[in-house]
């Protein structure tokens, strides 16, 4: 199993620009997560999703969309990037009952 | 609303010293889950171990041990004989709910470690 896959693993963009993060899990797993991590910072919650078609809030969800149409995947959507959101991105995946994640290794993103 | 507190911003250490990185949380919930991540300087979590609210036996694992404290509502580590491959920043998380619920995870701010020779 690959666990849990992100792409791209870096990225820049400029203000206004838009982008999606991808998330992909192989474990079948029901519930994803999606977190961001400013510099010196623990992680933040953005969205998460318990099944294909179901997604809600998480603690920090403005400026970001999310759509699960699989359960395999749950991108990341960035409308009108703003440096506010540098930061590293984390998806992360886990079975509905065990609290117990699995994280992706994290994208990079720079909005100057 | 959860909460989670790491007070120990930066510890640094000489290696084979013991050290004890402290968790305090908050939570309303009866049953949660407490967890503790590393970060080493590459960037990626590394779980450690995952504690419920029912399970407050202490537990070892190699050089690493867990104080589950429910009356102090504290979860701190401790590693013994620290090594230089121990220096990462570490994490200590909340996820409020039983099972079947979705786990969102409060994390702490993080304590670095620095193990020097």
């Known amino acids: 199993n690959a666990g849990v896959t992100q792409t791209p693993k870096f990225r820049i963009l400029k203000i206004g620009q838009s982008m999606t993060l991808q998330c992909t899990q192989d474990?079948?797993?029901?519930?994803m997560y999606w977190y961001r991590q400013d510099p010196g910072m623990g992680l933040k919650l953005i969205y998460y999703s318990v099944g294909a078609g179901i997604t809600d809030k998480g603690e920090v969800p403005n400026g970001y969309n999310v759509s699960r149409s699989t359960t395999e995947d749950f991108p990341l959507r960035l409308e009108l990037a703003a440096p506010s959101q540098t930061s590293v991105y984390f998806c992360?995946?886990?079975?509905?009952?065990?609290?117990?994640?699995?994280f992706g290794p994290g994208t990079r993103l720079t909005v100057t | 609303a959860q909460k989670v507190t790491q007070a120990q911003t930066e510890i640094s250490v000489v290696e084979k010293e013991d050290v004890t990185l402290d968790c305090v949380y908050e939570?309303?919930?009866?049953?949660?889950?407490l967890f503790w991540y590393k970060q080493p300087p590459s960037g990626e979590l590394v779980f450690l171990i995952r504690?419920?609210?029912?399970?407050?036996q202490n537990e070892i694992s190699g050089r690493y041990s867990w104080n589950f404290q429910k009356s102090t509502s504290s979860f701190n580590f401790t590693i013994t004989a620290s090594q230089v491959v121990d220096s990462a920043v570490y994490f200590c998380a909340l996820s409020g709910g039983g099972t079947g619920t979705a786990s969102k995870l409060t994390f702490g701010t993080g304590t670095r470690l620095q193990v020097t020779l």
């Open positions: 474990m079948n797993h029901n519930y």
């Open positions: 939570t309303r919930d009866t049953t949660y889950y």
């Open positions: 992360a995946s886990s079975y509905p009952d065990s609290h117990e994640q699995y």
């Open positions: 504690r419920n609210s029912f399970d407050e």
